[in-house]
């Protein structure tokens, strides 16, 4: 069973970091997966932040996070992490962990296609 554990949210003032981390366990090592962050602020769809494939490293990044935000993962702790720096209030919304078997919907934000989620975790910015 695949299971993905959010941690890392708070309350941080704008211009600040923040760290996520999304523990990952259940895929087996021969899968090619995606795993990708997706935030959604109330009222609003989720959307793609960032995304990492498994098998080669490729990475995405949404155009409003590109030049701040860090998608990285370790396989030896089964932990992927999103560096956030620069955080700004528009940054603000629960941020999702989710994966899925195609790597391309993680590379890509487009979160119908990814079938594993966490619980979320919050980050709030203030201005």
């Known amino acids: 069973e695949v299971q993905l554990v959010e941690s890392g949210g708070g309350l941080v003032q704008a211009g600040g970091s923040l760290r996520l981390s999304c523990a990952v366990s259940?895929?087996?090592?021969?899968?090619?997966?995606?795993i990708g962050w997706f935030r959604q602020a109330p009222g609003q769809e989720r959307k793609g932040v960032s995304g990492?494939?498994?098998?080669?490293?490729?990475?995405w990044y949404a155009d409003s996070v590109k030049g701040r935000f860090t998608i990285s993962r370790d396989d030896a702790e089964g932990t992927v992490y999103l560096q956030m720096n620069n955080l700004k209030p528009e940054d603000t919304g629960v941020y999702y962990c989710?994966?899925?078997?195609?790597?391309?919907?993680?590379?890509?934000?487009?979160?119908?296609?990814?079938?594993?989620w966490g619980k979320g975790t919050q980050v709030t910015v203030s201005s």
């Open positions: 989710a994966g899925g078997l195609n790597a391309d919907y993680a590379l890509s934000g487009y979160h119908y296609g990814m079938a594993y």
């Open positions: 990492i494939s498994s098998s080669d490293d490729r990475k």
């Open positions: 259940g895929f087996t090592f021969d899968d090619d997966y995606g």
